[in-house]
């Protein structure tokens, strides 16, 4: 088992920038593949970007491609989101998640059903 918990939403202008945190605690956080996904109100949850376990492979919705910069810090047990050149459409619930299966397919990254263990989010608002 492995515990999520985010952190470092808040309300920011159009352009701006923010960090998410996310923390685990339990098992050894190096395993895990690890991805953001988030959520809209009234809309389904979407990938955002994800990491495989090793942190060579790095995945990225179009719609962040350029903006978003996903990073982790293994000696922390800290998977980061920095958010740059926000956008009103960016506004969201967002969620961290890891997976411990190790044989994943490119595609397998993008679906949130890869993925075992879920944080409870953090909220993010771009005001235009």
């Known amino acids: 088992q492995v515990q999520l918990v985010e952190s470092g939403g808040g309300l920011v202008q159009t352009g701006g920038s923010l960090r998410l945190s996310c923390t685990a605690s339990g098992r050894t956080f190096s395993h895990y593949a690890m991805g953001w996904f988030r959520q809209a109100p009234g809309k389904e949850r979407e990938f955002v970007v994800a990491q495989s376990w090793i942190g060579a492979n790095l995945y990225y919705a179009d719609s962040v491609k350029g903006r978003f910069t996903i990073s982790r810090d293994n000696g922390k047990n800290t998977l980061y989101l920095q958010m740059n050149s926000l956008k009103p459409e960016d506004t969201a619930l967002y969620y961290c998640?890891?997976?411990?299966?190790?044989?994943?397919?490119?595609?397998?990254?993008?679906?949130?059903?890869?993925?075992?263990?879920w944080g409870q989010g953090t909220q993010v608002t771009v005001s235009s």
């Open positions: 998640a890891a997976t411990a299966y190790s044989g994943l397919s490119g595609n397998a990254y993008y679906q949130a059903e890869t993925y075992d263990f």
